[in-house]
């Protein structure tokens, strides 16, 4: 009897149970922790980095609120913290208050701890990818690039904010600008490298064409567009903005695609066929 | 040490969704979730077609991905290889549902019966509302699997103490025991056949053994 052996996946479909609340964690705390982390790496250039680590502090904050409306038991959410030795979930928990504490205590009695809130903000937004790493059901997100991507899409996230927000403070720094610069170009390659990772893993089709639909777009506002305002930004400096801008919202935006739309589950494999006329 | 497993004979199942119902029934699950369900897998081209099916639910891991990422510890492996969830600790994050490969945890956000709100006979008296907003899977019928440490009968062999899709399987395609036995049916039975379990390369250790074919004369499995 002839059996076949094939890798198409069964059953393979969009998970349904994270929605724009999961994602809203996941944008929210990207956005929030790379700003604390940009605005703190970049303070040495004159600026007062405490109203910008304020602000990350609020979204990394409504990141997590946005999740607590997500749970099922919203009133058990302590529970959270219970399992630190090997949930990258209960992990962020821990830091996420660390950082609170710790950036409160940078605001009201002082600045130079703003270092060690920068380093817990760089620690919650690795939880936040290991988080996505860890789920096996998942293969867009199981694969290591994956949890790369997220990292740097939120540090490019937060510099885009940074600029954003630094004209309101103080001059406008074309230093932070060369940063998001780099940092777009390491997003534009983290992006094509995590995608040729999923056609090498064989990721659910699913996935893929999902996240090909929004490649162009991706490609043009988010990283092409805002590099060339970076560069006008040379002549005219309030251009950056809307650098800053673009490079923040189409990050957002490519995550919640991630989280809710390019999602297909494992599915399932008929590795051989049951061989009949067997009693 | 015991470690409770299934195996599932593909070469008999028939597809006939038996084991869904009764699970159904044992477990008054809500309308629109399935602990345990067939799936109807048509392969091949035209007119070289076959048709088969496979009947898929919890694999009990062995290293199960649902208790690596539970932020709870609501979900524990338990000794005898039964994943279990503890419904108080639960929070419904979900994590555990994308962390599953096999696609086994459900989530339901109100109480819902067949005909809508109210329940019939049968479903209230199973109804839980500690199920509600946390995350749910099939258990291999762990109440049963408890019994029989009280009654000293025997997993797979004593139905009173065998989940209800084994009970009911019309062709007897399914079997639970001990595979760490190795008298237990379950156990001969995958020495005597061919097997291979869901998703293996994910590291997970499915409890859950696919039989395709006998095994070659020499045994080699």
Redesign the interface.
Known sequence: MKTMTFNSRISSRVQRNWDWRAAGNFIGGGVGSGLILWSALMSPLGYDSLPMMLIGLALVGTGLFCVWLEIGRPWRALNVFKHFSTSWMSREAWVAPLLFIVGAITWFFEPLLVWPTALLALLFLYSQSRILQADKGIPAWRHPRCAQLVVITGLTEGCGLLLLLLPLVDESQPWSWVVLFVLLGLRLVAWQRYRDGLTQACAPLGSQKCLESIHKKFLLIGHLLPALLLLVALLIPPVAIVAGILATVSGAWMKYILICKAAFNQGFDLQHLPVRGQP | MTRYAMAV???R?VGCQTCTAACKQKNGTPPGVQWRRV?D?E??EFPDV?R?F?P?ACMHCDEP?C????????TKKRDDGLVSIDYD???????C???????ARS?V?KAEFAYGDKPMAHEAQSFDPAR???STKCTFCIDRIDLAEETGLTPGVDHQVTPACVNSCVSGAMVFGDIEDPDSEISKLLKEN?S?R??EE?G?GPGVY?????ADEDNDL
């Open positions: 004979d593909l070469r199942c799936l897998i392969t091949g076959r088969s496979m898929v991905a208790e690596e990422v539970c932020p709870t510890t609501a600790l639960c929070i419904g994050c979900a994590n549902v994308m962390a599953c490969p096999y696609e989530i956000h509600v907003n946390v061919k291979f869901q998703n994910l997970t696919y039989i395709w074919d006998k």
